[in-house]
């Protein structure tokens, strides 16, 4: 690899890795993502960078603003890196009872971090990050409303989120050489699943593309609640209902915390891999639609995060 002028040149680009023990005989192979191989440690760095050169380039961010953002750990922490970096200001919000790992990575790269009393992720079935963060988007859009050169960066409805990831299907389309019969990724603001599913539906219209979701969950994208009730578009509009709307997802899959947790041990003893629980989630379904599809057929994942993030409470958010 040439060097590079800046470590944001880093982001992107990530390994694929075929796992090696825990697809069995007569499945599919399983390819994963690594996508903790960015330079903070998670899918997140892209969107971080999309988000934030977009809004330079639309006269929304510049020098002397301050950047916001409600988030339950990995976007709260590659905001905190890319924007220190560019020279922002970073105030993330938090709902109680996240990881202090979460809290101390984002504190160090520069950014002020405050825990909001209300709705944690609390109890063994985990909840979405997109659950759990309603009352820090209420903060942040009050901030925003209330306070000159801010900019909040709405990671659940900004249409970067998305086409960041365009880049990362079509990552994944030349890694695995255009062949891809399914698809599998958790679902946390939908940017992810989204981005990659348009370009591997445009390039292979047969591809089968599978949401992961905690189980548990208040309102359940496999049974048709695709907004939570009660808040303005402001809160809650945004990338999950147009993505369910599109029809370009097959299906959605709810995944219980300890699957996903149990996964995530066996990819580290098992295959080496140090990721994330909801990288365990992602390889738990990845196993069962491996299984459905049969030998010579492949299904490609992502790995989100780093497993470092977790050592203090391992659950299921993203």
């Avoid at 950047?67 to 922490?77: C, D, P, R, V, Y």
């Avoid at 949401?211 to 303005?232: C, D, I, K, M």
Wanted: hydrophobic share 35%; aromatic share 6%; glycine share 12%.
């Amino acid at each position: 690899m040439k060097a590079v002028d800046s470590v944001l040149d880093l982001i992107g680009n990530t390994p694929l890795v075929k796992l090696d023990k825990l697809s069995g005989d007569g499945a599919a192979d399983i390819f994963v993502k690594c996508e903790y191989f960015n330079p903070s440690g998670s899918l997140k760095d892209r969107i971080a960078l999309e988000m934030i050169r977009e809004a330079e380039t639309e006269g929304k961010l510049g020098p002397g603003y301050t950047i916001i953002e409600a988030s339950t750990g990995n976007t709260g922490t590659s905001l905190s890196f890319v924007g220190t970096l560019l020279g922002y200001r970073v105030v993330i919000y938090m709902p109680e009872g996240m990881t202090p790992e979460r809290i101390r990575l984002m504190e160090s790269y520069g950014a002020e971090v405050h825990e909001l009393k209300g709705e944690g992720a609390s109890g063994s079935g985990g909840v979405a990050g997109a659950e759990v963060e309603i009352g820090t988007r209420m903060a942040c859009y009050e901030i925003e409303r209330s306070q000159p050169k801010t900019w909040w960066a709405r990671q659940f409805s900004n249409p970067a989120n998305t086409r960041a990831h365009l880049t990362t299907g079509r990552e994944v389309l030349e890694q695995m050489d255009g062949r891809v019969d399914a698809f599998v990724a958790s679902i946390g603001t939908g940017g992810t699943l989204y981005g990659i599913a348009k370009v591997l539906k445009e390039e292979l219209p047969d591809v089968r593309i599978v949401g992961a979701e905690p189980a548990g969950g208040r309102f359940p994208l496999s049974e048709g609640h695709w907004r939570v009730p009660g808040f303005g578009d402001e809160v809650t509009g945004g990338i999950i209902e147009e993505m369910m709307e599109s029809g370009l997802i097959d299906e959605v899959v709810a995944v219980d915390n300890d699957d996903a947790a149990a996964m995530h041990e066996r990819l580290v003893r098992e295959e080496g891999i140090f990721c994330g629980v909801s990288s365990g989630a992602n390889v738990h379904l990845a196993l069962q639609v491996a299984d459905e599809l049969g030998p010579g057929k492949r299904v490609a994942t992502i790995l989100h995060d780093s497993g470092d993030r977790y050592f203090t409470v391992k659950k299921y958010t993203t």
